[in-house]
Each structure stands twice: as C-alpha cells, then as structure tokens.
C-alpha cells in the first residue's frame, strides 16, 4: 500500500501547506503541474499497456482487440449503471458545499466530506488501486500523479473549510486501501488463469485517457469505463 499512503501524504501536506500559505497557486503554477501531471500520466498508462502486450504479431493483435472490447462493452455496463451520472452528482454536490462554505461548526465535516469524496471519486483512484493490487509487492507510480492532484485540491479546499479536509485523508486510504486488498486477494488466481496482463493493459488505456481529461483535449466520461476492469478478464478467459 505504499502507492495509498503517498496519496494519503499528498492530501496532509497540500492541506497544511494551504492553511499556512493562505494564498492559491499564480495562473503560470498551475499551468505547470496540469502539463506535467498530464505528461507524467500520458508515459505512465502508455508504459504500463505497452508492458502488459507481449507475444507474436498475431498475439499482440489479439490482445489489443480484448483490450478495445472490453473498453466497449465496460462503457456499455457503465452507462447502464450510470456511473458518469453519479461521478457527476458528486461533484455538483461538492461545488454546492463549496459555493456555500461559511464559518460554522459544520466547517470541519464539510471539509473531510467534500474532500473525501472528490479524491474517491475520480476514477484514477480505481485505476491506481486496482495496479498496485495486482503488483504484489511493488506500488503503481500513477499514485504519485494522483498526490499531486488531491495535493494541489487540498490546499484550495482548506481555504474553505479548514483542517477537516486534511482529515480527509483518512477515508481516502480506507477507500483505495480496500480496493488493493480486494484486488491482491484475487491476483494469485488471476494470475494462475493468465487473466492479469488484459486487466493491466486495459487499466493502462484508461490511465492514458486521464491524460487527455487533465490536458483538456476530451472530454471522456471515464467513470462509465470502469466495468472495463472486470470485463477484460472475462473475455480473456472466453477468448482462450
């Protein structure tokens, strides 16, 4: 879990940072972490894909096309269960809290909830997760780009609702903390069943699309993706 607890450090230190700089980050500063944080992310989902393919020509294309399918019909499910509809909910209920934020003894909850949920919601938090789960005992360094993130949110968010949402790193690692446990329980017999490499290329796809979200160049409702991750195995394990 060592991916979990840097994102966790992320959230303490962006947090107390902001409580004692009491001022927000210039235009030029914050266009120089959303390039390097969308470069960063860029190399590491295309690296972690590109590993994951192995094989013949006829092997590569094979896997490539689990990979698509699986993005396909995981949207499919994820539209379904209307996955971007709530990802979007939270949000919207997070820039209420925000627009609202006045002194009150209700500052501190607000705080470690907004924040809380921000930084579970998005879904690099599964991406990362479910890579570090199936690592072993390595971590996955997508986790280091999600720090930055929730590092950059927090010392906005304490502005508004104080040390609550330094506290918000709590919830955070029981969150992704639960995922990586989940996930390095099942690891052993997927990787038995050769299931791994679809599920860690796949992941690989959707952190490059991360990419593109931070650098705005799509728009992606990537929560709807997220089934992708159970999918793949599926049709790897069909398609033997």
Excluded: H
């Amino acid at each position: 879990m060592i991916g979990v607890a840097i994102n966790a450090a992320g959230i303490v230190v962006g947090g107390i940072v902001g409580l004692r700089k009491k001022q927000r980050l210039t235009a030029t500063n914050e266009s120089f972490f959303k390039v390097a944080m969308g470069a960063a992310t860029v190399f590491l989902g295309l690296q972690l894909t590109w590993q994951n393919l192995n094989g013949s020509i006829g092997i590569l294309f094979k896997q490539l096309v689990i990979v698509l399918l699986s993005m396909t019909i995981g949207k499919l499910i994820g539209q379904l269960l209307q996955l971007q509809k709530c990802s979007n909910s939270i949000g919207k209920f997070a820039t209420g809290k925000i627009s609202s934020a006045n002194p009150s003894p209700a500052k501190f909850s607000d705080g470690l909830v907004v924040a809380a949920l921000l930084a579970c919601a998005s879904p690099l938090a599964v991406f990362a997760s479910v890579q570090e789960g199936l690592s072993g005992n390595g971590f996955a360094p997508v986790f280091v780009v999600k720090a930055v993130m929730d590092g950059l949110a927090a010392m906005t968010f304490v502005s508004f609702f104080g040390w609550g949402v330094v506290v918000a790193a709590v919830p955070v690692v029981a969150f992704q903390g639960t995922i990586f446990l989940l996930v390095g329980r099942l690891a052993p017999t997927l990787e038995r069943q050769g299931l791994v490499d679809s599920i860690l290329a796949t992941n690989g796809l959707l952190i490059f699309c991360v990419a593109l979200i931070i650098l705005n160049l799509k728009k992606i409702k990537l929560a709807d993706y997220l089934p992708s991750l159970a999918v793949a195995p599926l049709i790897t394990w069909l398609w033997k």
